[in-house]
């Protein structure tokens, strides 16, 4: 293949150098800064002919980019979300969108079984009170056991899953809600199925596992906090944005729910004045459920296969709107 001859594709990730160079064997590389938008910051010849694009759920891929990249066949979502593209228009494209499940599942899951732990046995308060002289004043606050409480998971999906199975080795009672029943799930004893009010109702814990579209968006919000419990705690690590995040808030201070643990928020980065910031009751992480080094690697690496397989006229491992494949392959093989 001469160098007239290779594919050109857009990276707007950062990337290790191995990955880098992989891609390159086979395309011409054009780099973008991370989140910028490309119908924007791509030159307009290297727009025309642009075939493939390698980014991150912070990189908007809407319908400006579909108009902009005319030979596009592929964007590759480093990410399981992806909340940043619409589907509808690379559809109408004939784009092939991809994303990286799985890999990130297990990684996901020890952050959502930790929150249960951390909010249980209190440890970021008992951690305060040993350090900042509280103990020399009186005997700690009590905490609680997991074992026996029931966990809700709201969304049953491949994270739910691994959640389950996490929450059932320490005897905890795992519930879900889906908008359809999962045999297999049941059938293993992982989670018997409940209707959503009851979900929030009958829960020591609500963990949320539901992808952010149309109708999720908001979909969390006083009424539900209203059925959970006082004792109870929320927990979400799918999208900020499903929650209506000042009904939370109203919820935690007026001890509606005991507390939360949120790795995601309504906006990103959280602005240091958001109420979140300064409850008591609230464990918050930076949107880094999936942080680790072995998942991050392994979700850039499937992200870079998924890019290379559809330049390649290979179908893909993971797509979001498979129904395109077919007129992508086509693209190819011209």
Request: proline share 6%.
């Amino acid at each position: 293949m001469t160098q007239a001859e290779r594919p050109t594709v857009i990276v707007a990730l950062n990337l290790a150098a191995d990955l880098k160079d992989k891609i390159a064997q086979t395309c011409e590389v054009h780099m973008v800064p991370l989140g910028k938008p490309l119908d924007e910051h791509v030159p307009a010849d290297v727009r025309a002919k642009a075939v493939g694009i390698l980014t991150t759920a912070l990189t908007p891929i809407k319908a400006p980019v579909f108009a902009a990249f005319p030979q596009l066949r592929v964007s590759s979502n480093m990410a399981v979300g992806y909340d940043n593209v619409d589907v509808g228009a690379a559809s109408a494209s004939k784009v092939v969108i991809c994303n990286t499940p799985g890999v990130l599942d297990a990684a996901v899951a020890d952050v959502c079984m930790a929150f249960i732990l951390n909010l249980a046995r209190k440890t970021f308060e008992l951690e305060r009170f040993a350090r900042d002289g509280s103990w020399t004043k009186g005997s700690p606050p009590l905490s609680m056991d997991v074992a026996g409480k029931t966990l809700g998971l709201l969304g049953m999906g491949r994270i739910g899953k691994v959640l389950a199975r996490r929450a059932r080795a320490f005897d905890m009672n795992v519930v879900y809600h889906n908008r359809k029943h999962d045999q297999e799930a049941e059938q293993a004893g992982l989670a018997s199925y409940v209707g959503r009010d009851e979900l929030f109702s009958q829960s020591d814990f609500v963990s949320v596992h539901i992808p952010l579209t149309p109708e999720t968006k908001g979909s969390i919000g006083a009424r539900e906090f209203g059925l959970m419990k006082p004792s109870a705690y929320f927990i979400n690590t799918a999208r900020g944005t499903v929650v209506d995040e000042e009904a939370l808030i109203a919820a935690l201070k007026d001890g509606k729910i005991a507390g939360a643990g949120l790795d995601v928020m309504a906006k990103e980065p959280l602005d240091p004045a958001n109420p979140l910031t300064s409850l008591p009751n609230v464990i918050l992480q930076p949107h880094i459920g999936s942080g680790t080094v072995e998942t991050r690697r392994a979700m850039i690496e499937l992200a870079v296969d998924n890019l290379l397989d559809a330049v390649a006229g290979r179908q893909p491992k993971a797509m979001v709107n498979p129904e395109v494949w077919d007129a992508v392959a086509q693209k190819a093989a011209k």
